[in-house]
């Protein structure tokens, strides 16, 4: 109270009770104290009935009652010296905590005319200009409120005196009041002011606030203290709330759409996502800073707006630079949140100019602007505009700090995203890149595949698949499983993938080179292990020649009836565990019959026995298919669609057609220079006999070099010369000397060393291995 015993123009001195369901107080504040005398530790605990007239709205068998007010008289006491009249109000608290009331009472006397609009059931008539001017400015607060829910409102407040603390609605109001941070910062730096000038024997400034707040509000100071705390409080509440809308997954197309919805409307209307090209293309971390270059692709738009407003102007999925006189250039460049509180029409024309072939002037002017970076370790990966239409209030100082740390905790879900799609995008490069390009058809046989890449959490796996040619029209089939996931498991798959293609062309026994693999394994670290099935194909003789390293079985489906079965091989234990031998079996196969390889991520299923698996690949395998790729379709869809399938898959199909006796010639000729024209002589007429005139002239050169050479370097014995036709004409000469040829560079004068250049030259494919009594050295031609 001032000296004249009125309250200062527009300020009521509040006691402020909080009651809970038991009906004791659980808050009394200074004002309290002031006005009804006990002090605060003398109050909280007791009965609100010892110490408030307000019995008729307390609590009622764990329930708060209607709101309600009413007037009373307090007699004089340690409170106050004379007996005063005492206006009050009751209104009930719902929410998980025990309070259940809250009463406001002020000093009849002290709120003056106020108490006619605060309280107008104690009025002598009703203020029915007031009931407008409230319905009136109801829209300004909640824009959607239509006028007869505003005017309803009123006449209920008014007219009625009963307050409306709920109602049914869906618009958010702004996520805290900003007058009362304002008046902390105010205050705070009056204080500052005043121990400058204390500093300098200066009088103390005084305002008139100063006045209020020393005399006639000093008790309502703690009250706002409260509420500067329910401020902040209500802003790290809204922060937590955005932190677990985000990030929900490591998919950053999805990470992008929640930040975006996290804060329309609560905090924005408008907010519009702008990420670097290079973050969305996934091409890792982008270097040096952004420029007027710089291409910035728009992820995301939500809005409030009429649907289409946004969508003609500024579509998602656009990439553009962005000018350097703009807002958007300055916060990217920066780093920092750049505030504009109201676009005028100048400023809103002032950065439209600045785009070409747009006009934005109608979605920026006459809003509030804040624009947030999106950063994660120090560099800028994007950014966001965030926009208040012009009914709310603009964007301050606070909204400026609440926007910086939203979107420092968004920078750092969306770095965490993408740095996973990087990772995931470079190991399935590196996996893609280590899947072998099989030709669907090979000396007597057809080859179909399919890799189906993992779920979510082990997407990039260890197996693979492989066909590799042989001497004889003979086909080393390979499937194998490294154990694990990620980056690591590619990269050992990778490695095993090169040495079972080393060592196949080497044409080792299926037990040995599988030894070998073992041995190599143990070479390049003991972290990982592997399943690895091998099986080599030779068409002509009709034979299957396979070892296992702990991986599942084949199945063979047998052409003559179509039954399949699962071939019972030595298990043997997986690649990396050492010290285990490896047995080779040799399975006898029809022309027709289909050999079906596969990775145990194709028949285990969590929670299910890994027979059940097996019995349907079984199954699936014997279902009649147009042709090999619909047979591994049929497959596919019997067991990889089953639900619970986490790893990734390889599957491996071959056909053997097999090679039939009239289309292999063999010759054995003795290792004498006299042997050449007759092998020239052989080749000729074999190829006449099969129809291939058109290979004649480059086949008879290419094996007069071949049987040359075996003749020259061969100690003794003879040279075997054995020509196949299967797709194409494959030619091949044996002869007992281990050593290999080479390519040599042969100069005008050289007598020796063209040989095999004009192989080289003529051949559609060549190639040299040893055998267990020598050499190979074959070629392929075309057959026509």
């Known amino acids: 109270m001032n000296g004249t015993g009125q309250a200062p123009q ?22 309290a104290r002031r006005l009804f005398g006990p002090a605060r530790e003398d109050a909280v605990g007791r009965p609100a009935t010892d110490l408030l007239p307000v019995s008729g709205a307390l609590p009622q068998d764990g329930r708060a009652a209607y709101p309600a007010c009413g007037r009373a008289r307090l007699d004089a006491g340690a409170g106050h010296p004379d007996r005063i009249d005492v206006l009050w109000w009751a209104y009930p608290l ?20 106020v108490s006619e609009q605060l309280a107008p059931g104690f009025a002598r008539h009703t203020d029915f200009p007031a009931a407008d001017e409230l319905a009136r400015a109801l829209p300004e607060i909640l824009p959607s409120m239509s006028v007869g829910e505003s005017a309803r409102i009123a006449a ?43 500093a300098a024997g200066l009088p103390s400034p005084r305002s008139p606030l100063d006045d209020a707040e020393n005399a006639e509000n000093a008790e309502n100071a703690e009250d706002l203290e409260d509420l500067e705390y329910v401020a902040v409080r209500e802003r790290l509440e809204f922060l937590n709330e955005v932190s677990g809308a985000i990030g929900s997954s490591l998919d950053l197309s999805r990470t992008i759409v929640e930040v975006s919805r996290a804060v329309v409307p609560r905090f924005t209307d408008v907010a519009g996502t702008y990420l670097r090209e290079q973050v969305v293309a996934g091409e890792g971390f982008p270097e040096g800073p952004p420029d007027a270059t710089t291409l910035w692709h728009r992820v995301a738009l939500e809005h409030t707006d009429e649907p289409g407003r946004w969508d003609d102007v500024v579509p998602v999925g656009e990439s553009m630079p962005f000018p350097v006189h703009t807002p958007f250039f300055q916060c990217m460049t920066s780093g920092d949140p750049v505030l504009v509180p109201y676009i005028s029409e100048e400023m809103g024309n002032a950065i439209a100019s600045q785009f070409e072939k747009r006009d934005i002037r109608p979605l920026i002017t006459h809003r509030s602007m804040l624009v947030v970076p999106l950063k ?24 400026r700090v609440t926007g910086a740390e939203l979107a420092a905790r968004a920078g750092l879900v969306l770095d965490n995203a993408r740095m996973y799609t990087y990772q995931e995008s470079v190991a399935e490069t590196l996996q893609d890149s280590m899947l072998p390009r099989i030709a669907p058809r090979l000396p007597g046989c057809d080859i179909a595949t399919r890799y189906l ?36 498991s590619a990269a050992m798959m990778g490695q095993l993938r090169t040495a079972v293609q080393t060592m196949a062309a080497l044409d080792l026994p299926p037990a040995q080179l599988l030894r070998n693999l073992d041995d190599l394994a143990h070479r390049l670290g003991d972290t990982y292990l592997a399943t690895c099935l091998y099986a080599v194909y030779d068409p002509i003789a009709g034979e299957l020649h396979l070892a296992n390293a702990g991986h599942i079985p084949p199945v063979v489906v047998r052409a003559e009836d179509g039954r399949s079965k699962l071939l019972a091989l030595p298990t043997g234990a997986p690649i990396g565990v050492g010290g285990v031998p490896f047995e080779s079996v040799t399975v006898p196969v029809a022309p027709g019959d289909r050999l079906v390889m596969c990775t145990d991520g194709l028949v285990e299923v969590r929670g299910e026995d890994i027979g059940v698996g097996l019995a349907t690949l079984c199954e699936s ?9 619909d047979a591994c379709d049929t497959i596919i869809r ?19 057609a097999g090679i039939e006796g009239g289309d292999v010639a063999h010759w054995e000729l003795p290792a004498e220079p006299a042997q050449v024209a007759r092998a020239r002589a052989l080749v000729r007429e074999r190829l006449a006999l099969w129809g291939l005139p058109g290979a004649e002239y480059a086949a008879e050169l290419m094996v007069s070099e071949l049987v040359t ?7 003794g014995g003879s040279v075997q010369l054995r020509l196949i036709r299967s797709g194409t004409l494959l030619c091949e000469v044996e002869d007992a000397e281990h050593t290999l040829p080479t390519l040599l560079n042969a100069g005008p004068g050289d007598e020796f060393g063209r040989g095999l250049r004009v192989v080289a030259r003529l051949a559609r494919e060549w190639g040299t291995s040893r055998t267990a009594t020598g050499k190979t050295v074959w070629f392929e031609l075309t057959a026509r």
Not at 98 to 113: M, T
Not at 464 to 487: E, I, S
Not at 709 to 715: D, I, K, L, S
Request: no cysteine; proline share 6%.
């Open 453 to 488: 890449p993992g779920t979510l959490l082990g997407r990039v796996g260890g197996d693979w698949f492989d066909a590799v040619k042989l001497p004889g029209a003979r086909t080393a089939l390979v499937v194998g499983d490294v154990m694990g996931h990620g980056l690591n």
């Open 156 to 198: 209920q407040v008014l007219e009625l005196g009963y307050p409306v603390l709920e109602f049914s609605h869906h618009d958010r109001v702004p996520v805290t009041a900003d007058w009362g941070v304002s008046r902390r910062t105010e205050r705070k730096q009056r204080r500052a002011e005043a121990a400058r000038a204390a």
């Open 709 to 715: 050479n075996a003749v020259r370097h061969a100690r």
């Open 10 to 31: 527009g300020h009521v001195p509040l006691a402020v009770v909080v009651i809970d369901h038991t009906g004791d107080v659980t808050h009394w504040s200074t004002g």
């Open 638 to 656: 019997s067991l990889a669609t089953r639900g619970g399938r986490k790893d990734d898959v390889a599957l491996l199909m071959v056909r053997m």
């Open 94 to 113: 719902a929410g998980p905590g025990p309070e259940r009331l809250l009463v406001l009472a002020a000093d009849a006397a002290g709120a003056g005319p």
């Open 376 to 399: 994660a370790r120090n560099v800028v990966l994007g950014f966001m505009i965030l926009l208040r239409h012009r009914e709310r209030p603009v964007f301050n100082d606070m909204d």
């Open 621 to 629: 395998a014997a279902h009649p298919a147009a042709s090999m790729d």
